[in-house]
């Protein structure tokens, strides 16, 4: 396992940046491409392991994805020239995939057999098989279909009123997809609202789906047709920079271009909540999808209580945002963030035990934390539990450490943003 050397800096983070392409939106996009008829094209896609892991996927049951870098091609002959794997399929670390794929696959007349690597067998899919075997669906797996690997048979699938258990845009996405195979009208009814990609997504193929407030509705045997996609950045990945601008003295950073959906932009209102100088322009709309560039400048922060529904609009971002936290004036207390357990790692326990190995005061609570601000980072040497997220919190918070921070397994970050540390190191002056 490798460890990578990271140090503080004497100066302030100035620049401009583009972050890549927004993880949930790259998943999506290769779903209905893949189930549409025709030709997708997707530009800004993210070149990372989650994402290729779906691209396998979908050629695995034959269909045509040509990459090169950011650029991707499908010709597709829609979900009637979906072929049977010959091969269990590998989904790497790759929930997204899971999850979803799980949706689409319970919809086809064949058998499929997914798995994943040790930490993605070791998270929960039970939430999504249920509605599925309830749908119709035969799945078998290790403890009954709760952990990976996954047996399944699909085809014939009943429609169902669904009211998902969980927080959780995966299990909602999961059911819509498999309500597109259904033999009538599937709806979802969200008790909080979770991203709404899926929904997006769908239209822009050309589907059709009906949205009552917090009741989501999909009809069976739509044709979908192959469009163009052009993936904005994506607000995950921007949050490490937004939070490093905002506590790195005399900073200012621009990131451009990037996805400012409603249901994801959860940080940017925790930061003016606690005091940043954060500033939208240039909002438009693209695919269904709104995008701009924000512009965040050091600032005198506070402690703040971050609970309810802002959760679920920042659920990738609360790692950061705990750091954050340490270094603002006074507590800061997150509650009803339950879901970070299941995560690549336990992300409430690898958060905790992360940030008082790097000298922060906090604590763990069983749906969130409490963390005490001016803290002082020490450095050391710190594992990233294998978690993207963890690795580049960690990077972070070396920006700020008295001493020198050895990253173990920093490998991990490729994940969702493989030009993290060329783009950390762009900023610095």
């Not at 606690?274 to 709309?285: K, L, N, P, T, Y």
């Not at 992300?347 to 604590?363: F, M, N, P």
């Amino acid at each position: 396992m490798t460890k990578k050397l990271l140090q503080s800096i004497q100066s302030g983070l100035q620049g401009k940046l583009t972050v890549p392409g927004d993880k949930s939106i790259s998943h999506r996009a290769i779903i209905f491409g893949s189930l549409s008829k025709g030709r997708t094209v997707i530009s800004h896609f993210l070149d990372g392991e989650d994402c290729l892991r779906t691209i396998d996927a979908f050629k695995a049951m034959g269909v045509s994805i040509q990459k090169d870098g950011q650029h991707v091609m499908i010709d597709s002959e829609g979900v009637n020239g979906l072929k049977e794997p010959t091969q269990p399929i590998d989904l790497g670390n790759s929930g997204t995939t899971a999850r979803l794929l799980l949706g689409v696959l319970a919809g086809l007349p064949f058998h499929t057999t997914v798995f994943g690597d040790s930490s993605l067998t070791n998270r929960p899919m039970d939430r999504v098989v249920r509605p599925l075997r309830q749908m119709g669906a035969q799945i078998d797996g290790r403890e009954n279909g709760n952990y990976l690997p996954i047996s399944i048979r699909g085809g014939d699938l009943q429609s169902i009123t669904f009211i998902p258990p969980v927080k959780s845009a995966q299990v909602k996405s999961a059911v819509l997809l498999a309500g597109l195979f259904g033999d009538g009208d599937t709806t979802v009814i969200e008790p909080t609202t979770t991203r709404d990609h899926t929904e997006n997504m769908l239209q822009a193929f050309g589907g059709t789906i009906a949205i009552n407030q917090k009741n989501i509705t999909v009809s069976p045997k739509q044709e979908l047709k192959g469009t163009t996609i052009d993936v904005p950045g994506d607000i995950s990945s921007a949050a490490f920079f937004l939070v490093a601008a905002a506590m790195v003295p005399n900073s200012k950073l621009i990131l451009r271009d990037v996805g400012l959906n409603h249901t994801r932009t959860g940080i940017i209102d925790v930061l003016r909540n606690m005091g940043a100088s954060i500033e939208v322009v240039e909002e438009r709309h693209i695919g269904g999808e709104i995008i701009g560039s924000i512009t965040i400048e050091s600032s005198k922060l506070n402690g703040i209580e971050i609970g309810g529904d802002l959760i679920p609009r920042m659920i990738d971002e609360i790692p950061i945002v705990a750091l954050l936290a340490t270094q603002a004036n006074g507590k800061t207390v997150i509650r009803d963030a339950e879901e970070l357990r299941y995560k690549e790692s336990d992300r409430i326990q690898s958060v905790v035990d992360t940030l008082k190995e790097l000298g922060a005061s906090i604590h763990a609570t069983k749906d969130g934390m409490i963390i005490e601000g001016n803290s002082t980072i020490s450095g050391g040497v710190v594992n990233s539990f294998g978690d993207h997220r963890i690795g580049m919190m960690i990077a972070i918070a070396s920006l700020i450490a008295k001493h020198d921070t050895h990253l173990v397994n920093p490998e991990c970050i490729n994940i969702s943003y493989p030009s993290f540390f060329e783009d950390l190191a762009s900023i610095q002056t």
